[in-house]
């Protein structure tokens, strides 16, 4: 039987009261591997989109020292939804890899803080595969005008003109060589189907929203355009990391298809998504891969889109739960921070955080993240009148409803 359970627990503000810190997007890896460092992100407003010469700062948070905060790095390559791409590289050590604007262009930065190194890389990235040794990446510039809030400005995009570019599209940057190559071009991806118009001008395409599944061996990412009705229409796909074995997963422009949302890897198999039918009818929904087989999962507690991960697998049992968050409420404002089991039908809301007056590409998404062992989560907040980055200690919950057991 469904059970809907409210236990809020305490957010704790972990950077500096009235500054504007953020970590952006729900995907990546915030916490180091000790749970001991945090990473964040400092901008001077929150107010406006970015312009070309505002410039963040990238830095830690140590969590065994008062939380202080120690700068990295400034880029003026970034997005108020998803930063600067700033992550912690998989492994054992403490690499930090996060995307700047060039004077040509785009690419990347790893720093090695126990070598105190730097390596730069010639394109920018996105997502990194579980060995550290590659990314993939899209084209900043060109989501930027497609997709406000999620592209960098200061370049304008070179394909503006061209509805479906041959030379942009999903890319493969191998971070040990500093080499890069096209695996699929937008143009490929709009001519694969008619039902998304390569030549309709007011139908502009772009590929968005990519991530390695739990051990490197597949690549999701999405494809997307406008109509000339103005909707937005995504495909997803899957391919092995050197492009090969292109799968369709979704398809919004297929009658019985389903327009992706967010999505996330709970194993190498299967992915849970946000996906919504044709009669507006969306829910969260587990597929596996290269498989048309999919689980619609409890509706009644999962009624609404939201930003969702498994957690990691351990003694807490976090990779039984789903953490995700809500967009914010139109009567009330209040976004809700929730854990999900789908094998208990339980569902367990742990906090309610206001909006502010933050909307569009500004806004400011709860985007939950987990730490390394499942004890801790953090989200972005405004409800303070500042943006901040909270942590919330969720491993009793866990232990109370069972953890690995």
Not at 113 to 128: S, T
Not at 183 to 197: E, G, K, N, T, V
């Amino acid at each position: 039987m469904p059970e809907h359970i409210h236990r809020p627990l305490e957010a704790v503000l972990l950077t500096p009261r009235e500054k504007h810190f953020f970590f952006a997007y729900y995907d990546k890896l915030q916490f180091d591997p000790t749970d001991r460092w945090v990473l964040a992100q400092k901008a001077d407003f929150l107010d406006r989109p970015p312009r070309p010469d505002d410039a963040i700062t990238v830095g830690t948070i140590d969590l065994r020292d008062n939380h202080r905060w120690e700068p990295l790095e400034r880029t003026t390559g970034w997005c108020w939804q998803q930063g600067c791409m700033l992550q912690w590289l998989p492994g054992d050590g403490r690499r930090v890899i996060h995307n700047v604007r060039t004077a040509d262009g785009y690419g990347a930065l790893i720093h090695d803080l126990d070598r105190n190194r730097r390596q730069e890389i010639g394109r920018p990235i996105y997502c990194v595969r579980p060995d550290a040794r590659e990314a993939m990446g899209n084209d900043p510039n060109r989501v930027a005008w497609t997709r406000p809030g999620y592209g960098y400005v200061g370049f304008d995009d070179p394909n503006a003109s061209i509805v479906a570019p041959v030379d942009a599209g999903l890319w493969r940057i191998d971070l040990e060589r500093n080499e890069f190559e096209l695996l699929h071009s937008i143009r490929d991806a709009a001519h694969r189907d008619p039902s998304a118009d390569p030549e309709d001008a007011s139908a502009p395409h772009w590929f968005n929203h990519l991530l390695y599944n739990t051990d490197g061996s597949r690549v999701i990412f999405l494809h997307r355009w406008k109509s000339h009705d103005g909707r937005t229409y995504t495909r997803m796909y899957t391919c092995d990391p050197d492009g090969g074995n292109l799968h369709q997963v979704s398809d919004a422009a297929a009658p019985d298809g389903y327009n992706a949302s967010h999505f996330w890897w709970r194993d190498a198999q299967t992915i849970i998504m946000w996906g919504g039918d044709h009669e507006g009818h969306g829910a969260y929904r587990l597929l596996r891969d290269q498989d048309r087989e999919i689980e619609q999962l409890c509706p009644a507690l999962l009624p609404q889109d939201g930003h969702m991960t498994y957690g990691p697998p351990g003694p807490l049992g976090a990779e039984r739960w789903i953490l995700s968050d809500t967009y914010p409420d139109v009567q009330t404002g209040e976004r809700t921070l929730l854990l999900y089991r789908p094998d208990l039908e339980l569902r367990i809301d742990i906090g309610s955080f206001h909006a502010g007056n933050l909307d569009g590409e500004i806004r400011c998404d709860l985007h939950p993240r987990w730490s390394r062992s499942g004890r801790w989560i953090t989200i972005d907040s405004v409800h303070e009148g500042f943006r901040g980055v909270y942590l919330l200690e969720i491993g009793p919950l866990l232990q109370e409803f069972g953890g690995a057991g």
